[in-house]
Structure formats: C-alpha cells, structure tokens
C-alpha cells in the first residue's frame, strides 16, 4: 500500500502540473499564483485520497470510485473560489478516474 500512495502522490503532483499549465493557457498567463497554487495542491489531494489503503474492487467500481472521489475534492476547490473554474472542476473528475486506471490497468 505505501508504493501506491508514493505513486498516487506522485501521479497527483504530475496531473497537477498538467492542469496548472491549462489554467494558465486559459487566463492568459494572468491568473494569481496563489490560485495556480492552490489548484496544483488540489491535484496532490486527489493523489492522496485516491492513494487511500481502499479494499479491492472490480475496475468498474474502481473508475466509479476515482471519479466520485474527483469531484469530491474538487468541488471543494470549485466552490472555493465562487465557481469561477468549471473546466479545472471537470479535469479534477476525469484524473481522479485517471489514477485509478493507472492503478487498475
């Protein structure tokens, strides 16, 4: 379980990279870096709730439990800062399935 948590984190950060860039593309490189901060940090607490010691499941299950878990952390980042992001509020969804097909492949 600790090589799947070191893994999740990882894949989070990575993700989060991924989606700070986009962020950025889209507000024309303006947006505050407290903001790209705090998003990028959100994408390492998919990791880690996705990383979770969860008991096996079938990989439909899993990609359901990825997403559910997705829009969970990320609606608390969406909501945050008055539901001005929904594109980052989607990318939170599809990586938390992401991660837990990386995982379930």
Not at 47 to 68: D, F, M
């Amino acid at each position: 379980m600790k090589k799947r948590m070191i893994e999740a984190l990882i894949g989070g950060a990575l993700l989060g990279v991924v989606c700070v860039v986009g962020a950025s593309i889209r507000s024309g490189f303006t947006a505050d870096p407290v903001f790209i901060f705090a998003l990028w940090f959100n994408r390492v607490i998919i990791g880690l709730v996705i990383g979770a010691p969860w008991s096996n499941s079938n990989k439909t299950n899993a990609l359901i439990r990825g997403g559910v878990l997705g829009l969970l952390v990320s609606f608390a980042f969406y909501s945050s800062t008055g539901f001005v992001d929904p594109v980052s509020f989607g990318a939170g969804i599809v990586y938390g399935v992401i991660l837990e097909a990386w995982f379930n492949r």
